[in-house]
Structures are given as C-alpha cells and as structure tokens.
C-alpha cells in the first residue's frame, strides 16, 4: 500500500482522484483549504501559499501514513480579470499556488520517494491557446508542464517517475466564471471530437495509470484529456 497525497482534494477533479486513488488502494492524504472530510482520507487543511505549512503536511502525512509514494499536484486558483488589470497580490496568490506549490509538493515529495515514486501534476488545456482574462493562471499551466519534464529527467535516476495530465473543459465548479453556461457548452463541444463532456472520474482514470505499475516506463509526459479538442 502506497502512500499518495493529493492538492486540492475538496475540489471537482480533486474529489475524483482522491476516490480513484482510495479505490486503487492506496492510502490517501487530501490536502485542501476547505476542510470539508473526504471520506476514506487523512483529510489536512492546508493553505498552499505557505511554505510552512506545506512542510508541516507532509510531516504529519508521514507520521501517520507512511512515507509519501505518489504526489498529484492539482490545486489551482483561476482569478479573471483583465491582465492590465491584475494586481500583483493577485497574481502572486495564483502563483504560489499553481506553481510554487506545485515545486515545493514535489520537493518535499522527492525527498521521501527514497525507493522511487510517482508525480503527476495538473496542467491546462489553456496553456496551449492562450485564454483571454487568465493570464497569471495560463503562464502557471504551461510551466507545469516544463516544470514535470525537468523534475523527470532530474529524478528518473531514483526511479521517480514525473507526468502531467492537461484536462480539456470538464463540467465543474470553474465553469461558474463564465457568462453564459450554455454557450460556453457549444463552444466547448465544437471544438472537442467527443460529442459530451467528460467527466471527473474519466481524469482521474488517466492519473491512476500515471501513478501506477502499468505507467512504469512513462515519465516526462503531458496528457491531454481532452475530448479530443482542435484548438484553431
Ligand atoms: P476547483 O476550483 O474545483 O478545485 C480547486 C481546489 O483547490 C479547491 O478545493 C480549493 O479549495 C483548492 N485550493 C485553492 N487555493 C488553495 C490554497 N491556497 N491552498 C489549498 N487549497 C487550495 O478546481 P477543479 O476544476 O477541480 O480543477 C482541478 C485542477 O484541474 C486545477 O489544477 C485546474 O487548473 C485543472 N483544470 C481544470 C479544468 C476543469 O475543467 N475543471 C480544466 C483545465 C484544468
């Protein structure tokens, strides 16, 4: 039995990987600023701005579940507004937490890993067409994506095992930001070759594979789970 630690826990996709990763029987710390208990879950509210914190979550991880085996960096904040119009704290808040927690989850998560591990970490359909009012956030997917495929080549020689999954459009709580939910819905089936949209569990199939034996010579990687969507 693993010990996996998963970021935003509380949220959608969060939620799903917990349950996927639980059901794949691993032992599962869900680490959140909404403390609201995931079943199943050593369930930690953490604030991933603060380093210390950080630190102190994969302390008591350890303590009570072992050494930590699989990390899936998945928290992220989507602030909207103009980007002439963003204020610094703005973006250093979607910063800290879409990417300098992402560095330090997995630094802390490498230093444990003495036997190998896997890392999957969240990237962003977004990050390859860019996306008007989310530029801290944009920036922050795309360096997710660097940022797996430097710690791969880094960490392969301890057998750790370092990947992103990029998800399209899924159906949640991010949605909210948008308008009109109906025409964001067309506008998201016409650019996907599937007709529907995907679900939670559907991303967190991909990050089951990733953090398990069957994704073993896999590292370095982005997936896109997607649908199938044609950005022109
Ligand atoms: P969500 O907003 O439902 O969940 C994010 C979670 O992160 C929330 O539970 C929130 O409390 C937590 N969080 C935010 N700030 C935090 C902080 N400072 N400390 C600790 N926890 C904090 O988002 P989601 O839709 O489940 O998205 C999960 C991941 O998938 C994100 O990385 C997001 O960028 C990515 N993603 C989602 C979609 C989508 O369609 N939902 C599309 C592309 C990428």
Known sequence: MTTALVTGAAGALGRA???????????????DLDASALEGALNLKVDLRDADAIEAAFAETAARLGPVGILVNNAAIYPARPFLEV???????????????????????????????????VASITMHGGWSDLAAYVATKGAATSLTRALA?????????????????????AEEIHEDPEAYNRFVLERQALQRRGTPEELAAVVSFLTGPDAS???GQTIEVNGGWVMA
């Not at 973006?91 to 630094?107: G, S, T």
Request: net charge neutral; proline share 5%; hydrophobic share 45%.
């Open 87 to 121: 204020p610094l704290a703005e973006y250093e808040d979607v910063h800290a937490v879409n990417q300098r927690a992402y560095w330090l989850m997995a630094q802390h998560a490498a230093r444990q890993m003495t036997s190998g591990g896997a890392i999957v970490n």
């Open 153 to 173: 080549r880094e960490l392969g020689p301890g057998e750790i095992r370092v990947n992103c999954v990029s998800p399209g459009a899924f159906p949640t709580a």
């Open 217 to 219: 010579f896999v590292t």
């Open 17 to 31: 990987i917990v349950r996927r990763l639980a059901a794949d029987g691993h032992q599962v710390a869900a680490l």
